[in-house]
């Protein structure tokens, strides 16, 4: 079993940057794909951006531009660096590894974007 364990949410203001944590209670960032989800109330969870254990990236069109993401396999840690930040961005983030039938989620990380 894997845990995960998300921070760095919070209140921003329209414009802002947020980078988001997720660390893995064991190594798994370097093998396993990693990835960014979001749910915004009233809406399904979706595909923020995600990581291979090859390096290759994957973004929404809606975030390309803006958010990096990112992996420290020495920390077991995932990372989403998210830039000019707009209320839209609002919602509970997710991280999410997966391999095989092996498929793990955090809790999530509420980030509200508002004046």
């Known amino acids: 079993q894997v845990q995960l364990v998300e921070a760095g949410g919070g209140l921003v203001q329209p414009g802002g940057s947020l980078r988001l944590s997720c660390a893995a209670s064991?190594?798994?960032?370097?093998?396993?794909?990693m990835g960014w989800y979001r749910q915004a109330p009233g809406k399904q969870r979706e595909l923020v951006a995600m990581?291979?254990?090859?390096?290759?990236?994957n973004y929404a069109d809606c975030v390309k531009g803006r958010d990096t993401i990112s992996r420290d396999n020495a920390k077991n840690t995932m990372y989403l660096q998210m830039n000019s930040l707009q209320p839209e961005d609002t919602a509970v983030y997710y991280c999410?590894?997966?391999?095989?039938?092996?498929?793990?989620w955090g809790q999530g990380t509420k980030v509200t974007v508002s004046s």
């Open positions: 999410r590894s997966w391999l095989g039938a092996r498929d793990y």
């Open positions: 064991r190594s798994i960032t370097s093998s396993y794909i």
């Open positions: 990581l291979t254990s090859g390096g290759s990236t």
